[in-house]
């Protein structure tokens, strides 16, 4: 089945340390995103690429990173510079960027910082 | 720059009621529209999306949204409501023009179903 997957589920990690969130599709698109989700704040863009080994800041971009170093695989890290990084996180992808494309998203990673 | 303005973060109806969740959109040229649905702890799944083909657009579930440019409006509704329903439903907004590459959205509408 084609489709985009995220992993893990649930992620635990303590304040101060970086951790990468994944993000892999087999759907054969171009663009990727990475989108935080806040209760009551919708979602938030954060990183987003177009093609391969090239990424643009979203409007949320400071503390997290990301490469696109494969077509399938736009992973997220989110570094301890990131004030507060408790959240979830969507992955997406699209065949082409912006205009009519739809998003398709991954099932999200939960993120919780102590 | 292009916006979109969810009227009501929960809305609460009967089942086999009418659903109504309604979507405002700022865009300095004709915009695309979406719908998506996002059920708890779950990634987000297109209900429908608007390209300008035609301004009453049918999506999955039995939901559908009329695009209504003097109002700029983009409402989603749906006949009778069912107990699956119940989720939070988002609206978005692409312009090429003012954000190329990305999508906007709303801050989304929480809907519960009564029995």
């Known amino acids: 089945d084609g489709g985009i997957t995220q992993s893990p589920k649930y992620l635990f990690r303590k304040e101060g340390q970086n951790v990468t969130l994944s993000c892999e599709q087999n759907l054969n698109h171009d663009a990727m995103y990475w989108y935080r989700q806040d209760p009551g704040q919708g979602l938030r863009l954060i990183y987003y690429?177009?093609?391969?080994?090239?990424?643009q800041k979203g409007d949320i971009a400071e503390g997290y990173s990301v490469s696109r170093e494969k077509k399938e695989s736009f992973p997220l890290t989110v570094t301890s510079a990131q004030k507060n990084p408790t959240a979830f996180y969507l992955c997406?992808?699209?065949?082409?960027?912006?205009?009519?494309?739809?998003?398709?998203f991954g099932p999200g990673t939960r993120l919780t910082v102590t | 720059a292009q916006s979109v303005t969810q009227l009501g973060s929960h809305v609460s109806v009967s089942e086999g009621a009418l659903v109504l969740l309604r979507c405002n959109y700022s865009?300095?040229?004709?915009?695309?529209l979406f719908w998506y649905v996002q059920y708890p702890n779950q990634g987000l799944q297109l209900l429908l999306k608007?390209?300008?083909?035609?301004?009453l657009v049918k999506g999955i579930n039995g939901f559908e949204a009329e695009f209504k440019k003097s109002e700029t409006s983009f409402h989603l509704t749906k006949p009778s409501a069912h107990m699956s329903d119940a989720a939070e439903y988002f609206c978005a907004v692409s312009d090429e023009k003012s954000s190329g590459d990305k999508l906007t959205f709303g801050t989304g509408t929480r809907l519960a179903v009564r029995p």
């Open positions: 865009s300095s040229v004709p915009p695309y």
């Open positions: 608007y390209t300008s083909a035609a301004t």
């Open positions: 997406a992808s699209s065949l082409a960027s912006g205009g009519s494309y739809e998003q398709y």
């Open positions: 690429s177009q093609i391969v080994n090239d990424f």
